[in-house]
């Protein structure tokens, strides 16, 4: 196991202690493990919290702040955040608006996240949760009922947390977060596994020549292993899966190619370049791009492609300005 | 080999493809392998350039834009730009107030940009040439006479894009790139080697349970091969170093914890937790970290650490606007 780590069960407490001491602007509490906007809670203003297993850095810790993100609350890597630690992150950052819980499509996070929500009910919170279930690869999966939440939950966050700090109303912004998913999908392709720090092991083989269409985030067996091919290839599975679901004809759209966290950025340069062509050659327009490692599995070598069909609104909240340590622009 | 590539010998074009189509603040010119601002030229500004190899993005491409460099030449991947390519990138820029160079001291690209500042010289172009010397693992290695030009390319990028932008003129622009580059070091930790795509095999060999310790960026040898070790442990190897060539107690310090580009963002702020610790404990301030991967090694496992001692000057630079793929705040 090739890992700048202390030891597997320290990694996400040292991480969060990097974090904390990297951004200012972020309040992290490491006994809860929380990670917090600096300027919360801000009263009338609708909180927008996340969460999820650690391991997809930046995902969510790195997109709390202006525009984003009100409360992340990391669990272990690839592993639910507790219900206490989401109550807590949704506390602190509660200015009496409600609070939208962005959840990926996992067991695991569902369960918890809606018995936090019914928590903070209790606590006179309003709660209003927004399920992301973009990955068109598989149905189910052992991780998941349904479709697994993956690379939009960045497109999500973005657009519902430009609405959220505009002033707009709890039913709003957990509206416009539905929307943004339900116009979004994924499709993961891994050249390599990854392994989770406390089980030292690949959370799968891979052949040297193969590669794994449809990969999950954690790892999770995809739809198809097949034979090493040419970028181009890869891309064209990935959108001709995502196309088949959701036509992309005639669109026009925000698209992520996203680097799995051991995929350099070069090779998602050129991995975009397929994207544009394929993108084009079938009459979808871009309009907005982004390429980098946003919604990352540890060290798994890879990418996954996101695509939005955007609206004018849409456009307009993905353009507004950011602040936060893994995506900014515009302010 | 496991990329994200169509075929070896196509990696750089197709990457600058897809820097085109994600960046349209880029002028991407495929022909003659050369990136500048889409504004360029601005009359009257000092015209900042760099390049080198390809493989280490987003240096020095992504590094193009308002506050940091006007043009970037990428060579091949771990090969020296070519004199006409740096050329045509200086005269794509120049602005009539003069050019500075900034060069990582490796030979080919030191011989590469001599002969291209003198061939804009003969154009009545204004060169100075700021070599970029901050690793302080080996004095020379298989790429160099003298130490390597690594992470504080970044830096000097920065601050002297900074100072250009404001309007400085030649001398002071070139002069601040100096001032950065002699009070910056370096110290990179390799966890696993990289593979060129035209080579198809890694640079080195590392066993399951080896690390190299004092890397550089093309996978060249370091200064000792060492047992895996703690992070705590990788990153007290290369402050001690660091601190060895030039000390840092009492100093205000820009950090940078760089990621080498197969090492997930998890990891990195692990580091950058101890970096913080060891720091603290001998007596040097951090006032502005960066943790990400800004200056690459392809798929290379590790990270580099880069420290510079502040002025007041250099801060203030250094929090000015930027603009970039790769580099972006505060406009």
Chains 1, 2 share one sequence.
Not at 85 to 107: E, F, P, S
Not at 129 to 147: H, K
Not at 250 to 278: C, F, H, K, R, S
């Amino acid at each position: 196991m090739r890992k700048l780590i202390n030891a597997p069960a320290d990694v996400v407490a040292d991480a969060l202690r990097g974090m904390a001491a990297a951004h200012p602007s972020l309040r992290v509490d490491p006994e809860n493990r929380t990670i917090v906007r600096a300027d919360a809670p801000r009263t009338g203003k609708v909180a927008l919290i996340s969460g999820g297993g650690s391991g997809h850095e930046p995902l969510h810790g790195g997109f709390v702040g202006y525009g984003m993100l009100d409360a992340a609350a990391p669990g272990e890597v690839f592993t639910s955040p507790v219900p206490d630690q989401i109550l807590a992150a949704t506390t602190a950052v509660n200015g009496g608006a409600g609070a939208v819980m962005i959840v990926k499509n996992y067991t695991g996070d569902v369960l918890n996240f809606r018995m936090a929500a019914e928590l903070a009910e209790d606590e006179d919170i309003e709660v209003e949760t927004v399920l992301v279930n973009d990955d068109v690869a598989v149905e189910d999966s052992t991780f998941t009922a349904g479709r697994r939440g993956t690379g939009a939950t960045l497109f999500v966050e973005k657009i519902a947390g430009a609405l959220a700090e505009s002033g707009a109303d709890l039913a709003a912004v957990a509206g416009v977060a539905r929307e943004v998913n339900e116009r979004s999908r994924s499709f993961g392709v891994a050249l390599s596994p990854c392994t989770v720090p406390a089980a030292g092991e690949p959370t799968f083989e891979l052949g040297e020549d193969e590669i794994e269409l449809g990969i999950g985030i954690h790892g999770e067996p995809g739809r198809e292993r097949a034979k090493a091919m040419p970028a181009a290839e890869v891309v064209d599975a990935a959108l001709t899966a995502i196309d088949a679901d959701m036509p992309l004809s005639g669109a026009e759209v925000l698209v992520l190619v996203n680097g799995m966290g051991g995929t350099p950025l070069i090779e998602q340069y050129v991995a975009y370049a397929a994207v544009a062509d394929w993108l084009g050659g079938h009459g979808a327009t871009v309009v907005r791009p982004l390429v980098g490692p946003f919604v990352t599995s540890l060290e798994m070598a890879g990418c996954m492609i996101s695509v939005c069909r955007l609206t004018p609104d849409l456009t307009r909240l993905w353009d507004a300005p950011v602040e936060t340590p893994g995506l900014r622009w515009g302010r």
